[in-house]
């Protein structure tokens, strides 16, 4: 609500009130931890405050006051209310995902303008978390105000990352053929997945180069299967496919070489991993601000896909989607443009998949297009350009035109909006985990539990 309007000293009598009701969101936590500079973990959603194994996320008591202050600053007086005094007493605790009711009611009007309030705090279910009395100096006169330019706030969590690695921690540590980790980052991205129990690292590569890195970065890996290969990357590749064609692996992952040596391994006519779908990659981000995962794909392996290639593309997605919790994820068909227009092939391209999907030659999710951007993930924007779709404003799924374009929206999202992405290839036998340099730790997971969840999915193991 943008429009505030208050209740002048004149208009107060006693026995008014107001209330608001609130979801305590993790999101408030960490806002309220960094503007009141109260690091106590007992507030914080992800810290053990108390040592007992479990963190808290303990709703900060003054949190919750400031929550009575919203109250009698917008509504009861409202714009132009002053506080005097406030006292409070707490009888219970309200935790994030709780939903509070917080309400207030004068009880009298002394001088100057001081008007007396009742204030108390509850959850939805009535149980009491706090009461006390607050002491306002009320507006003299009616004034309506509108709020629509105060900046807002995006909090930089990753609740969606926290939900894969939550889902993927019971399944067995995937084996993986880890081709070439001959450098920290390759090494070390393994070895992260291993520590987290998601992986179960076979690493195939040159035995000292290997042996060096892992010193270089201080980890012993006298635990881990080597599988020494002289030379180049093809044959390590080469080596990592067998792995997974006889079921020693479940998934690949790729190390110091080029993608396009793994690459050629995987899609090997004789030996290979071929599915008879096209290869593709998806970006699986989640998106500070955002309510669910977002896909985009590809931005990593087709360059500049045809329409039979973008089905193939439009299919890994929705399948993967579904591994990730997403029955019938919705997928946006990105161009310039939201209307059809002979001169722009994507256009064509993305009203021919629509209709493919319509027609069930696409299965699994719902398909529209072309979006634009805005009006793919911006239900507002949808609504401006007069856009009647259930995945307007709603995508899941990101489908762009080409490569140029896949990678610049993912990188746009990863470093401007704060996005923390992981990645997997798609359309082989087993998923095929890329990782890049610039990856920090939490990307590097987030790759792996997206692998881990899709390789159980497909094998009905979960």
């Known amino acids: 609500m943008t429009l505030h309007s208050n209740v002048p000293w004149d208009d107060l009598h006693a026995g008014m009130s107001a209330e ?15 503007s009141s500079g109260n690091m106590n973990p007992m507030h914080l959603p992800r810290e053990d405050g108390d040592g007992d194994g479990t963190p808290e996320a303990v709703a900060p008591s003054m949190w919750l006051g400031a929550l009575i202050s919203g109250v009698l600053g917008n509504t009861l007086p409202g714009p132009g209310t002053l506080y005097q005094r406030q006292t409070l007493t707490f ?23 001081l008007a007396r309030f009742e204030t108390r705090v509850e959850l939805a279910d009535g ?29 930089q969590t990753h ?29 070390g991205g393994a070895i992260l997945g291993w520590r987290h129990t998601l992986l179960t690292p076979i690493l195939i590569g040159e035995r000292d180069r290997i042996l060096a890195t892992a010193d270089e970065i201080g980890e012993d890996i006298s635990a881990l299967e080597i599988i020494d290969v002289a030379g180049h990357g093809p044959e390590a590749a080469r080596l990592a496919v067998d792995l997974v064609r006889s079921g020693r692996a479940k998934a690949l992952m790729k190390g110091k070489l080029h993608t396009d040596d793994l690459l050629r391994a995987v899609l090997s006519k004789t030996d290979g991993l071929r599915t008879g779908r096209r290869l593709s990659h998806a970006f699986v981000m989640d998106v500070p601000g955002v309510d669910h995962l977002l896909m985009v794909s590809d931005a990593a392996i087709n360059i500049a896909p045809d329409l039979m290639d973008k089905v193939d593309i439009v299919q890994n997605a929705i399948n993967l989607a579904h591994s990730l919790g997403q029955d019938m994820p919705k997928v946006g068909i990105l161009s310039a443009v939201e209307t059809v227009n002979p001169n722009m092939p994507s256009t064509l391209d993305a009203a021919i998949l629509s209709k493919m999907a319509d027609r069930g030659q696409i299965t699994g999710g719902m398909v529209d297009g072309p979006l634009a951007m805005d ?21 899941d799924i990101l489908i762009v035109p080409n490569l140029e374009a896949g990678n610049m929206l993912a990188k746009e999202l990863t470093f401007v909006a704060h996005a923390l992405a992981g990645g997997v290839v798609l359309g082989a036998a087993c998923p095929i985990i890329l990782t890049s340099r610039a990856d920090d730790e ?19 193991t979960v």
Request: hydrophobic share 45%.
């Open 127 to 155: 149980t009491p978390v706090a009461h006390g009395e607050a002491e306002v100096i009320a507006p003299a006169t009616k004034v309506t105000v509108d709020l629509r330019d105060v900046p807002g706030l995006t909090v």
């Open 442 to 460: 939490k990307a590097r997971l987030l790759s792996c539990a997206i692998a881990v969840l899709h390789q159980a999915k497909t094998r009905g």
């Open 375 to 395: 009006n793919a993930i911006d239900l507002e924007a949808a609504r401006t350009k007069g856009i009647s779709s259930a995945v307007a404003g709603h995508a």
């Open 159 to 187: 609740p969606h990352f926290d939900r894969l690695l939550h889902e993927a921690a019971p399944i067995p540590p995937m084996p993986t053929a880890v081709v070439m980790p001959q450098d920290a980052a390759s090494l």
């Open 91 to 113: 009888t219970g605790r309200a935790h994030a995902g709780d939903t509070v009711v917080v309400r207030v009611r004068l009880i009298d009007k002394g001088a100057d303008r």
């Open 20 to 34: 608001i009701t609130h979801l305590c969101r993790a999101e408030d936590f960490y806002v309220f931890a960094n």
